[in-house]
């Protein structure tokens, strides 16, 4: 039985040491530091901000029901700060790794399509294998 926990604790070991785990819990810590940032400047900055007009701070807007408080307006500032981030990761996450991986399959093209004939030949062919046009 000891042994079957030592074996245990050593794969433990050897899977959280991997760069995806400690990578993805990285990532994590810092979106979590992330999100408390934009959470922070759309709660003490835009939003009364936006309220400035109509007197009103935007984040403190409630309607009461029977007894029941509904802060509609926490909800308006969860929905700009889901904006803000989405917006963030899009520019500086996304956006880019969709450039690089497009990049990095363009690097590994090893066929091409014949514009007469449309069939499959090599990338550095000058003459279609199929129709023998010039390319």
Known sequence: MDGFFIRLIKEFEEFISKGNVVGLATAVV????????????ITNIITPIIGI?????????????NGSTITYGAFINAIINFIVISFVLFVFFIRPIAKMQEAEKKKHVTT????????????KATRCAFCTSKI
């Open 112 to 123: 091409k399509k014949c514009p007469y004939c449309l069939s499959e030949i090599d990338a």
């Open 30 to 41: 810092f979106g979590v530091a992330f999100n408390a940032v934009v959470t922070s400047f």
């Open 53 to 65: 007009p109509g007197h009103i701070n935007v984040g403190n807007l409630y309607v009461t029901v």
